[in-house]
Each structure stands twice: as C-alpha cells, then as structure tokens.
C-alpha cells in the first residue's frame, strides 16, 4: 500500500498571506495526485489534479507541484473561504483502482 | 445533471451489517466506476474500494477484504455497499464518488455523493 504523508497538520495562515502544504508518497506515483479542500459537513471538493492541473471552477490562486513522491499545494493569497482541511490523495492504480489519502492539514486563520 | 444520492443516516448495533445505496442520475451508469470513501468523524477520508458498474468486478481495500461489499443494481442505476461485522470504529460518514473514464486527463473524481452517517452503538 502506497503511504500519503502530509505536513504540517496545522497550519496558521493570516488572510492575503500565501499557504505552502506538502505531500509525500512513500513509493513514486508519478503525476497521479489530486488535492482536495473539505469543510465541515461537505464533501471533498477536487482542487488540483495530474500534480498540477486546476479542476473545473477552480481559482488561480491554487497551484500544484511536484511529481514521483514529493509534492505541493500552494495558495497564493489565502481568502476567507479557503480557510479548510486539504487532502492529497494518489490514485496510481496500484493495487489496481486504489486510492490512498493523506492525513490531511487544516488550514486556520492566524 | 449528474447526481449521486444515498441513502439516509443509519443506526446500527455492534455485530450487525449496514448496506448504503448510492443513486446516480443524469448519466450513464455502466459509464463510471463507483468509489466508497469513508470519514470517521474528526479524521481524515480513507479508500474502501470500487465497482465497476458494467460488469459488477470489484476491488477492495486489504482492511476491509472479508468485511465490505459492493454491488449495483443497473436497473435501478444503484450501487450499494455493505459492511458487515460493525464495531464503533465503523461510526462513520460514508461517500461515493464517480470516478470518470480518463483519470489521467479527467481527475480521479468528479461528482461525490452527499454521504451516509453510519452510527454503531449498543
């Protein structure tokens, strides 16, 4: 089983300022990494997929980097509503069509 | 417009087994693999497994091999799981997600179902 590492768990962000989340993978999964933001009582909603592709609808100011093990979400200049739990998932189909998450970083206001 | 509703919350006591459907509309079903996620409350999501939806093949996460079903109904365009032997770990929300043909250019995921409060209690 392919093993997500977030990091930090926590982290305090004031609004305008910029947001740097990692993920690692304990075995490369190439570019298959998607993030996603969840808040309370919703579903994951998809942020980035392929590392560093935006999903449909979603701002600018959220990018995506890395491939093989290490990767990174970035938000440039956090608004209010971004304040959220960010999950990285892999989805390298190995086992075949098995997703693995992180842990997840909560993303708080400062 | 495509959507997935699931069933209502359920309340379950240890022992038991509880079966979640996941209704889709809007597109067609034989189409997409199904995904089950589930979200202990207060902690993360983990991966329970898939089904495709066309021939009924599965595959399942080593944790819940021996414990968890998936199967779907095409003429009701429903998939469904079910977990078996339920403990108070298993109190959780239960999600399912589309998983679309090309993940590589499409995501992994793009429409999730509304989730299902599983409750296991004595």
């Known amino acids: 089983e392919i093993v997500m590492t977030q990091s930090p768990a926590t982290l305090s962000v004031s609004p305008g300022e910029r947001a740097t989340l990692s993920c690692r993978a304990s075995q490369s999964v190439s570019s298959n990494l998607a993030w996603y933001q969840q808040k309370p009582g919703q579903a994951p909603r998809l942020l980035i997929y392929?590392?560093?592709t935006r999903a449909t609808g979603i701002p600018a100011r959220f990018s995506g980097s890395g491939s093989g093990t290490e990767f990174t979400l970035t938000i440039g200049s956090l608004q209010s509503e971004d304040f959220a739990v960010y999950y990285c998932?892999?989805?390298?189909?190995?086992?075949?069509?098995?997703?693995?998450f992180g842990q997840g970083t909560k993303v708080e206001i400062k | 417009q495509v959507q997935l509703v699931q069933s209502g919350a359920e309340v379950k006591k240890p022992g038991a087994s509880v079966k979640v459907s996941c209704k889709a509309s809007?597109?067609?079903?034989?189409?997409?693999?199904i995904h089950w996620v589930r979200q202990v409350p207060g902690q993360g999501l983990e991966w329970m497994g898939r089904?495709?939806?066309?021939?009924?093949?599965?595959n399942y996460a080593q944790k819940f091999q021996g414990r968890v079903s998936m199967t779907r109904d095409t003429s009701v365009t429903t998939s469904y799981m079910e977990l078996s032997s339920l403990t108070s770990d298993d109190t959780a929300v239960y999600f399912c997600?589309?998983?679309?043909?090309?993940?590589?250019?499409?995501?992994?995921?793009?429409?999730w179902g509304q989730g299902t409060l599983v409750t296991v209690s004595s």
């Open positions: 089904i495709n939806p066309n021939s009924g093949g599965t």
């Open positions: 392929g590392a560093s």
């Open positions: 809007g597109y067609t079903f034989t189409g997409y693999y």
């Open positions: 997600a589309r998983e679309p043909p090309l993940t590589t250019i499409q995501g992994p995921v793009d429409y």
């Open positions: 998932q892999q989805y390298n189909n190995w086992p075949p069509g098995a997703w693995t």
